[in-house]
Each structure stands twice: as structure tokens, then as C-alpha cells.
């Protein structure tokens, strides 16, 4: 697994885009994502001009990306897996987007860590849209709230809304979903589609799809 699925995946984004049914817009983003594999993994897919990556860990990516950027200092790290307020500071000094802001105190502490580090990082608001007890996000009738506390109270760069669909259930609706909350709150951004899915995505609006086995192959967890 590698470059030649890379090729694919972007080979299917383009396609997908064509799909989409709306304004003009720019092209999604693809974020490879990495978790659990190692440079000898990425830099083939570096070497075939892959930027945007993403990782669920902070501490896993500490492990490799700082190496990696010595010698790609063009790529774009993002946080897309959960992130504890203990790990905020190291987040702000890795990555360069984070998509996965779901409360308040987390707000608070990225907002002091950015001021302490001077730096304005991108962020993405993770909207349970689902809503499963399970999972962390927003829900869909705070979401308007949280983003009005991010944006005026906090003054956040808020990029857009993230989600990740219910499993076992059609994708579409839930991207529908999330692409009218966004717009009912004047976000124009959205972080949603994976491996299974990312060309629904893109057909519903995604402007970034976080995709990892359909590039590195199956994980290895143990």
C-alpha cells in the first residue's frame, strides 16, 4: 500500500467533486491519515506529493513528525482524534489545524496556549451529529451557541465543523446535516468522509476527508 492508492484516492476525490451538486467551490482537501504507521510508511507517500496529514495522538505524533517536518517543512499536520487539555500545549506547538475543539474549557485552554505560543491555529468544531451518547462533540443545538463563545467571546479562528457519521447507518443524511448547520452559523468549511465513505463526502460538500487504510492499507492495533 502506498503511492499507487494514493493516486486512487485523489483518482476518486476528483471524481466525487465532479458530483457535487452546488456553488463553486474549492477543491476538497485530502488528509492521509497516518496514525499508527511510521516514516518509513509516510515518506513514500510524502515522496509522491501528499501535504495534509492527520493524526488522532499527540504524543504518537511527537514521536515522528518533528523529524519528518526537519525534512518536509511544507507539510500541514492536523488533529483529528480527541485532545485532553493536559496535551494542549504540546498540540499548539505541532500541529497546524485542529479539527476536534468540542467544549468549552478546551476553547479556554487552546485560546491561552496560542496566546502564550503567538500563534492563530485553524480550528474545526466537532459537532456530534449523530448524536451518540459515545462520542465527543457538540450537539447539533448547542452548536450555534459554542461557535457565537468561540468566535466573539474567545476571538478563535473557527474554520468549520467536523463529524464523523453514526456506523452502520447511510452517511449522506449526516453530512447533509452538518453542512446545513454550518451554513445556519456561517461556516463554509467541513471536515467529514473516511476511508468508507469520503466520496459521499465530497458529493455533500466536504471541503477536507480524512483518509487513512484506503492509502496505508489496514491497521495493525496490536
Not at 468540542?102 to 496560542?114: G, I, P
Not at 457519521?165 to 446535516?177: K, L, T
Request: aromatic letters at 8%; proline letters at 6%; charged letters at 25%.
Amino acid at each position: 500500500m502506498g503511492a499507487k492508492e494514493l493516486d486512487q484516492v485523489w483518482a476518486n476525490m476528483a471524481q466525487a467533486a465532479k458530483r457535487f451538486d452546488g456553488a463553486e467551490r474549492e477543491a476538497p482537501k485530502l488528509i492521509a491519515v497516518s496514525k499508527t504507521y511510521g516514516p518509513e510508511d509516510i515518506v513514500p507517500i510524502l515522496e509522491a506529493g501528499q501535504r495534509d496529514f492527520g493524526e488522532n495522538r499527540v504524543q504518537e505524533a511527537q514521536s515522528k513528525w518533528p523529524d519528518l517536518r526537519a525534512q518536509y517543512p511544507d507539510l500541514v499536520l492536523h488533529l483529528i482524534g480527541p485532545l485532553q487539555t493536559n496535551k494542549t500545549k504540546d498540540a499548539v506547538e505541532l500541529f497546524d489545524v485542529i479539527h476536534s475543539l468540542d467544549r468549552e474549557k478546551l476553547a479556554r485552554h487552546l485560546k491561552k496556549e496560542m496566546e502564550a505560543q503567538g500563534k492563530n491555529i485553524p480550528l474545526f468544531i466537532q459537532v456530534n451529529i449523530g448524536e451518540e451518547e459515545q462520542k465527543s462533540g457538540i450537539a447539533p443545538d448547542q452548536c450555534a451557541e459554542f461557535v457565537r463563545y468561540c468566535q466573539d467571546d474567545l476571538g478563535l479562528d473557527i474554520q468549520g465543523l467536523m463529524a464523523i457519521p453514526p456506523a452502520g447507518e447511510p452517511p449522506a443524511p449526516f453530512f447533509a446535516r452538518l453542512v446545513e448547520l454550518g451554513k445556519s452559523v456561517g461556516l463554509e468549511k467541513f471536515s467529514m468522509g473516511m476511508s468508507a465513505d469520503y466520496e459521499t463526502a465530497i458529493e455533500m460538500g466536504a471541503s477536507y476527508v480524512r483518509v487513512g487504510s484506503a492509502i496505508f492499507g489496514a491497521r495493525d492495533y496490536n
